[in-house]
T-cell receptor, first 113, second 114 residues
């Protein structure tokens, strides 16, 4: 079945540095790739997404890159701040006619002062 | 922003009993989802629901699971009977459309089966 693999289970970066979280997917029909953030004990909040018709998208300090050939996408958080500490989940959705998101395992990001 | 409400926030239940988890989705949303998360880790898709019908379900959505949204009220996940491995946090989500739309998640219902 479809799988999304999130390579880093934990990541620690110094405040102000950049953090990169990488994901790969197996289903070549995947066309939509959102990222969600989950703070301790809370729900998931959407942060940014990218569709398969582009290979880069930026929203303020967040950049998502998509490499369809390698079936890989990544989230870059620049100039990290303490409030970026959370678990980040990547996800992928198949083609237009399917609604379910397949999530990666999550990456716990810690920002050190 | 839009909010999805889930009731109860947590519940402890004896194995074999029935439990109903309730979700109040965003008011104009049409697609509804349940996900299961164990130990703060993997979010596993269970089911999605539209227009009164299950659209997709995973193999985690066992025969003991059922979903409904009677008369446009709460979207519910019922587990009957519960098993120990059903212990998890269950997240409800909703979206306006099936594709190209953000899923809004509730705060989760923590279920402990003893």
């Amino acid at each position: 079945g479809e799988k999304v693999e999130q390579h880093e289970s934990t990541l620690s970066v110094r405040e102000g540095d950049s953090a990169v979280i990488n994901c790969t997917y197996t289903d070549t029909a995947s066309s939509y790739f959102p990222w969600y953030k989950q703070e301790a004990g809370k729900s998931l909040h959407f942060v940014i997404d990218i569709r398969s018709n582009v290979d880069r998208k930026q929203s303020q300090r967040l950049i998502v890159l998509l490499d369809k050939k390698a079936k890989r996408f990544s989230l870059h958080i620049t100039a990290t701040q303490p409030e970026d500490s959370a678990i980040y989940f990547c996800a992928a959705r198949r083609n237009y006619n399917q609604g379910k998101l397949i999530f990666g395992q999550g990456t716990k990001l810690s920002i050190k002062p | 922003g839009p909010k999805v409400l889930q009731i109860p926030s947590h519940q402890i239940i004896d194995m074999g009993q029935m439990v109903t988890l309730n979700c109040d989705p965003v008011s104009n949303h049409l697609y509804f989802y349940w996900y299961k998360q164990i130990l703060g880790q993997q979010m596993e898709f269970l089911v999605n629901f539209y227009n009164g019908k299950v659209m997709e379900k995973s193999k985690l959505f066992k025969d003991q699971f059922s979903v409904e949204r009677p008369d446009g009220s709460y979207f519910t996940l019922k587990i009957q009977p519960t098993a120990l491995e059903d212990s998890a946090v269950y997240f409800c989500a909703s979206s306006l459309r099936k594709s190209g739309n953000t899923l809004y998640f509730g705060e989760g219902s923590r279920l402990i089966v003893v």
